[in-house]
């Protein structure tokens, strides 16, 4: 996606058949995907998801990181392979000294410089937009023939048949939506118990 985070609005999400808030790049997925489903098979696919106004100090330093929680709830969904937070996996490129948040104060709040970590330091939400993404695999039943074994170990040829998405993608927004929604009001109210 093309555009800054700031101008991604819940109907420029909602109006794309995709759920992709860039015009551009939704049309290209659109047809690629239709491209996939003509051909009989399918395409994997990366959501991105920001969790704006996250209140700080949710989660642990050790068993309870907040991290930990949203990466275990997103990852118990079908079809999903990976999930990085801030930058994830681009980490490996950095020295610790271009890498770092630092801390400021902006207007009496104190915020981070940059935000590498993706709103999360050591487990624990520091005020900042939680950022992370999720790879998703592409859907195992497709119409191509594929080469496999029955089950005396002999080769055989297998070919589904009926309807199969040719992208799960699209479907899987609002899950995590909702998988993130869940897990953060979790904290929030773990937070509020402990407060008492």
């Known amino acids: 996606c ?4 700031s101008e991604i ?3 420029l999400i909602e109006d794309s058949l995709v759920r992709c808030p860039d015009k551009n790049a939704s049309q290209q997925m659109i047809e690629a995907i239709e491209q996939a489903k003509n051909e009989g098979d399918s395409l994997g696919g990366i959501i991105a998801c920001v969790i704006n106004n996250c209140p700080v100090g949710l989660g642990e330093p050790i068993f ?3 991290n930990a929680s949203l990466g275990k709830a997103i990852l118990s969904l079908n079809a999903v392979k990976g999930v990085q937070f801030g930058i994830g996996f681009d980490a490996v490129n950095f020295k610790g000294s271009e890498l770092n948040d630092g801390f400021t104060k902006q207007n009496g709040k104190i915020l981070t410089n940059s935000n590498h ?7 624990i939400t520091n005020g900042m937009p939680v950022y992370f ?18 089950i005396a170990g002999n080769p055989v040829q297998l070919e589904a048949k009926g309807r199969h998405d040719p992208c799960v993608v699209p ?19 773990m937070q509020k118990a402990y407060n008492m």
């Open 2 to 5: 093309e555009l800054p985070q």
């Open 133 to 150: 993404e999720t790879a998703f695999k592409p859907t195992a039943t497709i119409s191509k023939m594929q080469e496999t074994v029955d």
């Open 171 to 189: 479907r899987a927004v609002p899950i995590i939506e909702a998988l993130t929604a869940i897990t953060t009001i979790d904290f929030v109210l």
């Open 9 to 11: 609005t819940t109907n």
């Open 117 to 123: 970590s993706g709103g999360i330091q050591g487990g």
């Open 64 to 66: 309870d990181k907040f």
